[in-house]
């Protein structure tokens, strides 16, 4: 080899170096007595578990805590005062929704308000009236008209009409639903089964469906057909008596034909709709500008939600240090290391605390249809969700998982196939660390966590984890039992990938997502 080859090589070898170790002011900014410090603070007893929509406002103390951090380290707000407001609206049934059988002469004959709305619609706040049309197990509706009729249906089919067992089956239902959804029916009647005498389908629907739940704001106005469960009873006084729904059934289970009955002297009368309520919500997300003066209109984004799931029914606190307190803070000291880079990235670089993942992925689902960059200028997401655990003995009860979690140098990480080159530079920061990547999770976990909105657009995505341990979801997920020294090493991965992302010359997309 020549001398110039070799200085040029040896020249090559320390830029390289340089580059990987990225400014050691700005990598040794990652620390874990800083990590230590404020996960103590977002998972403690006071904060309270961190709930979207809970009556303590811990969630809105740790969005208050994130944006301060943020304002501290100089970065520029994405959103007034950093704080984005998500539209979301909390659900529960309206106590005066009804449901009456009224005959030819307008005479009623059954009113009831145990109504379970599995699928609401805006289109019935005023009461309608409509024919009604039996459609028995659902199994026979093709060519037939049924548009602006509401649609009775039995729960469950004609192999298990005559068992006791008395059971939703979610697949089997949902598949009648989406069948009479596409003959635009007004409104479809799941009606429970006429023996079940102890309402125990009633019972268990009941729970699922009329608790209070949350939404996005732009998807509430459906005009979808809603889908109602009721009691058989509402059948029986349709037909024309107690019995008539049973014996109709056993006709079409005893027959084996499934004939659709269309009520001629009586309708239905509906009245439905849930109530809905505001709720406080908010990602908080911060901005360092590129240097680039082209380059900086494009973005990278780190991402983590900060929300988890309050109180257990004992009063006893979730406090989420490693879901998601860990990436959250994880994210903090990515931030961090960023503003101490004496030469800014070219990109611009996204800081984003995203709310409401655990009752919906609410918050990374708002942001990607209000980017701060638009998404097909997002070079890529990475999120982070769990990263601060290490294996221990009593983790075994995921075995059957493909997502048990790592030892010390063991990292899940989910990407797609957007821009390959991303997985490629992963790969060779986790050889410099000392990360060993498990690349093997099955596809399903591209709809896991917040990734999942990125993704759907199109933006190459990374999602770190280091695994589902023995206190997934439950009290026992505690600031001492996490491993900050892990930790450190996934925020150290992060960054370096993040900043050659950042600084590369071109990205070019595949269609392939």
Known sequence: MSFYKT?????????????????????????????????????????????????????NKVADYLAANAKKLGLKPGAPSYFQKVQVVASKPNPANYAEIVNNRGKSLYKTNSIIEIRSSENFR????????????????????????AVVLS???????????????????RRKIDSVSAKDPAAILIMTHPEDKHDKVFKQISVWFNRERYHLKSAVASTEAPVLLLRSKVADEVLGGHGKYRRYLSNIVKSDKETPVLIEDRTITLKVGKQYQPVDAKNVVAILEGSDPELKDECVVYMAHYDHLGLDENGEVYNGADDNG???????????AFTKLEQKPKRSIVFLWVTGEEIGMFGSNYYTDHPVFPLDQTATCFNLDMVGRV?????????????????????????NNVWPELAKINQKY????????????????????DHYHFHKNG???????????????????????????????????CFLVGLEVANHDEIKRTADN
């Open 459 to 493: 933006v190459p995505i990374m999602n770190y984890a280091t695994g589902y341990h023995a206190d997934y979801h439950k009290i026992g997920d505690e600031v001492e039992k996490i491993n900050f020294s892990k930790m450190k090493r996934v925020a150290e991965l």
């Open 155 to 173: 729960i469950g089919s004609k192999d298990v009409f005559n068992n006791d067992l008395f059971r939703w089956n979610n697949r089997l239902e």
């Open 391 to 415: 294996f221990e003995p009593r983790d075994t009860v995921w075995n059957k998982s493909p997502k048990r979690v790592k030892d010390y140098n063991g990292l899940f990480t989910v990407s």
């Open 430 to 449: 986790c050889e410099q660390l000392k990360l060993e990547p498990d690349t093997t999770l099955p596809s399903a976990f591209l709809r896991s966590s």
């Open 326 to 336: 860990s990436g959250t803070v994880t994210v903090m000291e990515v931030a961090e």
């Open 7 to 59: 200085i040029s090589t040896v020249f090559s070898f320390l830029l390289l170096g340089y580059f990987s170790y990225a400014q050691p002011n700005a990598i040794s900014a990652i620390d874990t007595a800083d990590m230590k410090k404020n996960l103590s603070f977002i998972a403690s007893d006071e904060i309270q578990g961190r709930r979207l929509g809970a009556d303590v406002k811990g969630l």
């Open 126 to 149: 005023e009461p309608l009236e409509l024919p009604v049309v039996f459609m028995g197990f659902g199994d026979n509706i093709s060519g037939l008209d049924l548009k602006g009729k």
